[in-house]
């Protein structure tokens, strides 16, 4: 894993998505564990100025373990930047996954969810059932993460269940949201 930094002058970014392209990139870099450390496997050996198209950077690069705390983490970075790709700019309002960040701690904060105002931009954007998407996501963590099978994914797989443990919190608040909208259409 690399970190970004979109411009030299910038300070690192875990993601950036454009608005009006439809793309994005995000790094996981910073949400090793050992990143921090002396001894994290990731560092760079050398800068070096790379070509448009030349990813040899990436060619035998370290991949940390998926920890619990890395793939929540990492969901929220990808929200994020998706709702950037969806055309959702940064939620001031409320407590919101849309919310930016500037540091470990401050990601960490926010939460895994949109918030009323970026749901329904999305909504608007997509058309989708709200309902249907809370099930969906909380058939995607009661999966451990999986829902078709493939290498690396499959019921089987032992490991998974304790990768979803940091979604505990997330959990519950689906159930909540899937509970009131079951309420609102007695």
Known sequence: MIDLYPKESWNFVFGQASLTEGMGVFSFARYDSDFYSRNYKGRLKAVKKLT??????????????????LL?????????EMGHI???????????VMQGSNHLEESDRRPLELCPICLRKLHCALGFRIAERYEALLHWID???????????????????????????????ILKCLDLLQQSMK
């Open 52 to 69: 448009a198209g030349d990813y040899s950077v990436f060619h035998g690069y370290y991949t940390p373990p998926i920890t619990s705390t």
């Open 72 to 80: 929540l983490r990492s969901c929220k970075t990808l929200t994020h």
């Open 143 to 173: 999966s451990g993460g999986c829902v078709v099978q493939g290498p690396g994914c499959s019921r089987n797989t032992p490991s998974l269940p304790s990768a979803m443990e940091d979604f505990k919190e997330h959990r519950a608040w």
């Open 86 to 96: 969806f055309g959702i700019r940064h939620c001031q309002w409320l407590q919101c």
